[in-house]
């Protein structure tokens, strides 16, 4: 489900179930006071922290790497206490290699849901076998932004070969490693990957070079040896599936043989990345010399067009695949997407079926459930999605979609869905409804925080914090806050009496 559905589908998800005791809904004339300064203490927790980090990323990327540390550092030891804050920027520091400093964000974290599979997904996925000291840990990130972001792979690499440099670790042969690859030097590069892993074999970043390795030097059944390897290992967040997936798609494009089977996946590779002009580049060009699986290029053109809320090239393209071949799968989807998009059920029913029958996916049977349900068969709705709950207790389209019919469950695959999809800012929204619901101002404040930090020009995001501070009986702040969600969307009434009840109380 892309972002912008997602937005929309959550708007409505629970309209008329998830009610907010408030106070009646005022009119932005009725406000007295200034819409300005809203919300100050938020702001200035927030461009600390946004600055703090901007900061440190640039000085890393320009290869000033003490300075970034420090800068990470700072930001660490001051920023106030914030799940989201703390496991967005402590993937990131681990993925610079400064695995201390991530290490004292998850010492800081709760111990709860929202945190368990983000961790454990960034430990299999970046940690070393052992910590390391600041020194090194400063060394090796130096040595990370000259090889990834300075050019400097060569002279970085002779210098970690230095026995005096600094201790040896997997981490150390890693980055040997990536050094060689990126100077094209593969023999080298999968001599030091292979110590790593021997010191190191679950971390899948290890393997994911490896992988990538024996791709480059055509070796490919080797490559997907490991690919498969990668692919055994369970992954529950949204960000480390698609590093999976990224991988897997930049290994069939080094080895496959056919020229537009290569620019498939390569193209699949940029989307999966946060590329996608690069994607359509490569598939526009594609076409113009495809003469086998051309179908292929059609079907992911639209599919990208799709995820990036272009309704209709995505059909256009979608359609071009599905009548060269019948049988593609991502075509039919697509299709079926945007019908139901389209308030289409009959049409998107019945590509949703041939999908599933091409693919048995969640994707295609979440589909064929929501479309039932659409046309008023809720029992068969029903049916599909308690039969898919039992073995896809994780996938997110699924637990978001199911609650249109199962509503009780809301209070359980709310916090599910924001455990394996940290961005997902409807999600947070709608778990501070739940909390105001229930009178826990305090934890939809922390919901609402995460919430702000996501997208501070959200509306949705100042109505429910109006009504926390109304609760706590902070009129003035209340009213302000009204104030501010009517100047960001001065039709937020229409929503309130087109029934949207989940955001906005009645």
């Given at each position: 489900?892309?972002?912008?559905?997602?937005?929309?589908?959550?708007?409505?998800?629970?309209s008329g179930l998830l009610s907010v005791a408030a106070e009646p809904v005022l009119l932005p004339a009725q406000i007295k006071g200034s819409s300005e300064a809203v919300n100050s203490a938020m702001a200035a927790k927030d461009n600390f922290i946004k600055a703090k980090y901007a900061s440190a990323e640039n000085r890393f990327i320009q290869?000033?790497?003490?300075?970034?540390?420090?800068?990470?550092?700072?930001?660490?030891?001051?920023?106030?206490?914030d799940d989201y804050v703390?496991?967005?920027?402590?993937?990131?520091?681990?993925?610079?290699?400064?695995?201390?400093?991530?290490?004292k964000l998850i010492d800081r974290l709760d111990n709860n849901h929202f945190t368990g599979a983000y961790v454990k997904d960034m430990r299999r996925y970046y940690y070393p076998s052992g910590?390391?000291?600041?020194?090194?840990?400063?060394?090796?990130a130096d040595a990370y932004s000259n090889i990834v972001y300075n050019n400097m792979a060569l002279e970085t690499t002779t210098e970690l070969l230095n026995p005096s440099c600094t201790s040896e670790s997997d981490y150390k042969n890693y980055l040997i490693s990536l050094g060689y690859y990126k100077s094209n030097n593969m023999p080298m590069a999968l001599k030091y990957i292979n110590y790593a892993i021997k010191e190191n074999g679950t971390n899948v970043n290890y393997l994911s070079?490896?992988?990538?390795?024996?791709?480059?030097s055509k070796k490919t059944s080797q490559a997907l040896k490991v690919l498969k390897e990668i692919k055994k290992t369970p992954f529950y967040t949204t960000d480390f599936q698609k590093k999976v997936?990224?991988?897997?798609?930049?290994?069939?494009?080094?080895?496959s043989k056919n020229e537009t089977l290569k620019d498939y996946h390569l193209a699949y590779y940029y989307h999966l990345i946060d590329k996608s002009s690069l994607a359509t580049k490569?598939?526009?060009?594609?076409?113009?010399?495809?003469?086998?699986y051309s179908s292929d290029i059609y079907a992911l053109m639209g599919r990208v067009y799709y995820?990036?809320?272009?309704?209709?090239?995505?059909?256009?393209?979608?359609?071009?695949?599905?009548?060269?071949?019948?049988?593609?799968?991502?075509?039919?989807?697509?299709?079926?997407?945007?019908?139901?998009?389209?308030k289409k059920y009959n049409d998107s029913l019945a590509y949703y079926k041939r999908a599933k029958r091409l693919s048995h996916t969640t994707a295609s049977e979440v589909g064929v459930a929501k479309s039932y349900l659409a046309l008023s068969k809720p029992d068969k709705a029903k049916k599909i999605y308690e039969k898919l709950l039992k073995d896809n207790k994780m996938n997110e389209d699924l637990l978001v979609e199911s609650l249109k019919i199962i509503p009780q469950r809301v209070d359980y695959y709310l916090p599910r869905v924001a455990s394996i999809d940290l961005a997902n800012n409807d999600i947070w929204l709608g778990l501070a409804n739940l909390a105001i619901k229930d009178g826990n101002y305090t934890m939809a404040s922390t919901y609402l925080n995460n919430s702000y930090y996501i997208d501070e020009n959200n509306f949705k995001y100042y109505y429910y914090l109006s009504l926390v501070l109304r609760a706590k009986g902070d009129t003035e702040s209340a009213d302000r806050l009204l104030l501010r969600c009517a100047d960001i969307n001065a039709d937020y009434q229409s929503a309130i009496n087109s029934g949207y009840s989940d955001y906005y109380g009645n």
């Open positions: 489900m892309n972002r912008a559905k997602l937005t929309i589908f959550v708007c409505l998800l629970l290869s000033n790497v003490k300075a970034s540390y420090d800068d990470f550092a700072d930001l660490v030891n001051k920023a106030d206490h703390f496991l967005l920027y402590g993937i990131k520091m681990a993925e610079y290699g400064m695995f201390d400093l991530s290490d910590m390391m000291d600041t020194k090194d840990v400063v060394i090796f070079l490896k992988a990538k390795i024996l791709a480059d997936r990224a991988t897997e798609e930049y290994v069939l494009y080094k080895t490569v598939l526009q060009s594609a076409l113009l010399s495809a003469k086998q995820e990036n809320n272009e309704s209709i090239k995505a059909y256009e393209f979608a359609s071009k695949a599905y009548k060269e071949d019948k049988h593609n799968y991502i075509a039919a989807l697509t299709i079926a997407d945007v019908k139901y998009d389209e």
